[in-house]
């Protein structure tokens, strides 16, 4: 008989392993998927993980693994201070979704005038924007102890219903002959958010991306209050002792990630989107929770599995295309990756023994 037996601590082998494992578990299962649906597995995969890195057009795809992987990054480095505390923000996407609205509509104020300024305004206008929309179930908890799992969660279909608002009314190009969506940033210089080096994918969003780590890093390893996100979530009862206060925590907390996600939201809709339309949104916020675990929360993680989904996103696009994969199947593949991850994380906590059953 199988039992499971707790460990006395967690297990560091089974923690530092756990994603690797959870990507060759991901990879074997997803091929039998593909060969279910009639494709060479062996291809599929391929193609995914080898074609975007290294194939005959992988100097197109190169740069784009930058482009899809910063906000996935920027996203989940807010989440993950959150969850490090107990803290759960589980609608990103709606923060996401605020961040590109406010941001593209502070640009959009200023059409047609060119200066400098506008962009930095744009960025404030976008992190004011998820800061807000995340500001919304961290005072609700905070002041009536509500669940803001559940709360930030609604919210999302709140924003949606708030982007298709903007974008057949108070965003709408007068000029798209009736169309939905807001003019094209990438044709107003002041509102766009260009590639700072030519073919590289490097733009605002990634460097953003990046100093985001540094400071996660930083927080969480040189900075008191790091410390107590860090002791709030391994022990809220010594925390409590050691004089956290809870709810200024789940403010800041839930107030960065909201501004890290609007970040993310401004920087996609001044850049590589260029509007605001009905279908802006393409779930980078509930993919940045994957991403968040797989990288166990450590920035340094997040930023490699940010990549890896990344990875996961053109190679997904390049397998539709060119092997006739339908988007489902590559969704059901990027799904396949956290329940793996979460269900092998059980043997960090928890190991396999085998007993004998007793005869009566």
Request: proline share 5%; net charge positive; glycine share 12%.
């Amino acid at each position: 008989m199988i039992v499971l037996e707790k460990r006395p601590q967690p297990s560091r082998t089974w923690s530092l392993a756990t994603p690797l494992v959870a990507v060759l578990a991901t990879m074997f299962f997803g091929g039998l998927l593909f060969s279910v649906l009639g494709k060479n597995p062996i291809e599929a995969i391929g193609t995914i993980f080898w074609e975007p890195l290294f194939g005959e057009f992988a100097f197109y795809y190169r740069p784009q693994l930058l482009v899809k992987g910063a906000p996935l990054v920027l996203i989940a480095i807010g989440l993950s201070l959150g969850f490090k505390a107990g803290i759960w923000n589980i609608g990103a996407e709606g923060q996401y979704i605020m961040g590109a609205i406010c941001g593209a509509a502070a640009g959009l104020a200023f059409y047609p005038l060119e200066a400098w300024y506008i962009f930095p305004i744009m960025i404030l206008a976008g992190a004011f924007g998820g800061w807000i929309w995340a500001m919304i179930p961290a005072v609700l908890k905070v002041r009536f102890g509500t669940n803001e799992i559940l709360v930030s969660l609604m919210l999302v279909y709140v924003a949606e219903q708030m982007l298709a608002s903007v974008s057949l009314g108070l965003l709408k190009n007068p000029e798209g002959f009736g169309f939905p969506g807001s003019r094209n940033l990438q044709e107003y210089a002041s509102a766009y958010n260009a590639e700072i080096i030519t073919g590289t994918g490097m733009h605002w969003g990634v460097v953003a991306a990046f100093i985001a780590v540094i400071f996660a890093y930083v927080l969480l390893n040189r900075h008191m209050l790091g410390f107590h996100i860090r002791l709030t979530g391994e022990a809220p009862r010594a925390a409590k002792f050691a004089g956290v206060k809870p709810g200024r925590l789940i403010l800041f907390c839930l107030g960065l990630s909201g501004a890290l996600a609007g970040l993310a939201g401004l920087f996609e809709v001044a850049g590589p989107s260029g509007q605001i339309s009905i279908d802006f949104n393409v779930g980078y916020g509930f993919t940045a929770i994957i991403v968040a675990f797989l990288g166990r929360l450590h920035p340094v993680g997040i930023l490699l599995a940010g990549g890896l989904m990344a990875l996961t996103y053109i190679g997904g696009e390049i397998a539709q295309g060119s092997l006739g994969l339908p988007a489902a199947a590559i969704q059901v593949f990027q799904g396949m990756l956290l329940f793996f991850l979460l269900a092998l994380d059980l043997l960090t906590n928890y190991r396999i023994r085998l007993a004998h059953k007793e005869v009566a």
